[in-house]
């Protein structure tokens, strides 16, 4: 392995071959769920350096575990335990490469953080609609990878909707430029599709051609209190008939998981917590004018009132009252990580069901594990919950993972099974859930991703295990 060092060193410069000290922002994964060994963390800075680095990892049979931010949540993009595998990091491919304002494309590094993406593209006077949590230190790259969903898929779909273009280095170290900015390509197999999703295991992504849109008018920002699910999916259904396409997000948040924003950072204000089982959070994002954006919303919100949709709400008076609802949201699972150790569930039902798969699964968790709490909130407007699990309250959470989780997971995935949804909505599947998939993927399904992992890369070398789980 000396020589693949001194390669490596050699492709990218000595300073970016990281092999001792302390890489635990590498190594370690966001949840805490597992840390890993890597052989070598390599930092390249351009498209021909990472190509070098996999040609020079193919050579040496050495696997590798492209990173971007390292915010996902299934255990990704760190190395396993072997001290085999070299992390391959896209933080110093960070650039936006180019915006194209009439055709409305952005085409920028893997590497780049997509809060710099939305800020550098809003400041030429468009948006690029992709928003979530992590924004601030997730990468382009991670999000194509993952598919990454958000607060904002709605309107304007997950990453891959926004994507019309990819530039990607192969298992056998070779670059494709399919960095398109087209929006019709009708010439054989989609291969940005493909990667896209892919989760590292197909291709290293090194740059993307990405949709922009029109800033709107005006965005508001309304945090209503709902006596139940029921109530809430009728909310949105309201909500889709009177705002249109201006709808662009609608969040759920059940009382718990509020109550862990509380509790964790007091400072925050939550709105309506005693009072209400479910808070929901909508954002009005309108062409018109704020004048406009607001008559709809209160318009929307006394109908609600009136139908007993809705207990209590209030619309944002200015920006700065709009983040600090955003904020609280995006706190939960910051909340419930400082709360301890948890399982995590991503899943997607049909959204006329989610009540009664919240209320048949919420009875059979609690028959089973009397005190288990459930932090319940998600983007109901795509019909993706986070239907998370945490340990009774005193309890030792790592021994309740390890005693409970195979048991907890089992439990939902049969019941998401049951009411025909997904067992990863937008997180992936990555090492935590590899092992569930064959469960709940047709074999003639797998067969095919198979097929395509030896074909594109036949020495299983691109995140092996991650995904499909040992191919042999
Ligand atoms: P990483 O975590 O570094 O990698 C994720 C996966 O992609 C790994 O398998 C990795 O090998 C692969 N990968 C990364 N870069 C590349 C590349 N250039 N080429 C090929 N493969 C690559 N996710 C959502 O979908 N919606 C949310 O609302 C959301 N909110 C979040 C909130 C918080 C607080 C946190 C911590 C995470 C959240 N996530 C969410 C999960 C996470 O942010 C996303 O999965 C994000 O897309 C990962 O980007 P990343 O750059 O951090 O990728
Ligand atoms: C979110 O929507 C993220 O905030 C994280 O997807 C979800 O922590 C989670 O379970
Ligand atoms: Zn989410």
């Known amino acids: 392995m000396t020589d693949l060092i001194a390669r490596l060193r050699a492709a990218v410069g000595d300073a970016h071959v990281l092999t001792e000290g302390d890489l635990a922002a590498y190594e370690q994964d966001w949840r805490k769920r597992m840390r890993g060994k890597a052989l070598a963390v390599v930092r390249p800075a351009s498209t021909q350096e990472v190509a070098a680095v996999v040609r020079a990892c193919a050579e040496a049979g050495a696997p590798i575990v492209p990173q971007g ?3 996902g949540m299934v255990v990704g993009s760190t190395p396993d335990a072997s001290g085999r595998e070299v992390v391959l990091s896209l933080k110093r491919m960070n650039q936006v490469r180019h915006i194209d304002p009439a055709n409305m494309t952005v085409t920028a590094d893997a590497g780049c953080v997509l809060q710099n993406l939305q800020e550098v593209t809003e400041a030429a006077g468009h948006l690029f609609p992709l928003s979530l949590a992590a924004e601030g230190s997730c990468t382009i790259g991670g999000n194509l990878a993952t598919n990454a969903g ?16 990819l530039e990607v280095v192969t298992a056998q170290g070779e670059i494709w430029d399919g960095l398109s900015g087209l929006r019709k390509d009708n010439t054989g197999y989609d291969l940005r ?18 949709k922009l849109y029109p800033l709107p008018a005006a965005t508001l920002t309304a945090w209503a209190a709902v006596p139940s699910l029921e109530a809430a999916v009728s909310l949105l259904g309201l909500a889709q008939q009177t705002l249109g396409a201006s709808l662009t997000g609608f969040e759920v948040m059940g009382q718990f998981a509020l ?66 609802l955003w904020h609280v949201r995006e706190s939960i ?5 400082d709360e301890g150790l948890n399982i995590k569930h991503d899943i997607s039902i049909p959204v006329s069901r989610i009540p009664q798969f919240c209320s048949e699964t919420g009875a059979l968790l609690t028959s089973h594990i009397p005190g288990v709490r459930l932090v319940n909130f998600g983007h109901l ?11 009774p309250e005193g309890g030792d959470a790592a021994a309740f993972l390890s005693e409970r989780e195979i048991e907890v997971n089992t439990l939902v995935y049969d019941q998401v099974q049951k009411f025909d949804g997904s067992i990863s909505a937008e997180h992936g599947i990555g090492l935590l859930k590899a092992e569930k998939l064959p469960h709940h993927k047709s074999p003639v399904a797998l067969g095919m991703m ?6 594109l890369d ?15």
Do not use: W
Not at 197 to 205: D, F, K, Q, R
Not at 274 to 289: G, I, K, R
Not at 450 to 455: E, F, P, T, V
């Open 458 to 472: 036949p020495g299983n070398l691109l995140n092996p295990g991650r995904v499909l789980g040992s191919l042999r």
């Open 150 to 165: 958000g607060t904002q898929v709605l309107r304007y779909g997950n990453t891959r909707d926004l994507c019309l273009g």
């Open 333 to 337: 699972p910051l909340a419930q990580a």
């Open 69 to 71: 931010g390292n915010t």
């Open 259 to 324: 109550s862990l924003v509380a509790k964790h950072y007091p400072q925050q204000r939550v709105p309506f917590l005693q009072e209400t089982p479910f808070c929901v959070l909508l954002e009005n994002a309108d062409q018109e004018s704020e004048a406009h954006a607001r008559a709809q919303f209160e318009r929307l919100l006394e109908t609600a009132l009136e139908q007993g949709l809705v207990t209590d709400a209030v619309v944002a008076e200015n920006i700065a009252q709009a983040r600090q």
């Open 381 to 391: 407007g795509d019909g993706n919950l986070h239907y998370n699990v945490q340990a």
């Open 450 to 455: 198979r097929a395509i992992k030896l074909a």
């Open 193 to 210: 599709d493909l990667f896209i999703g892919s989760e590292g295991t197909l291709g290293v992504i090194t740059g993307a051609t990405m």
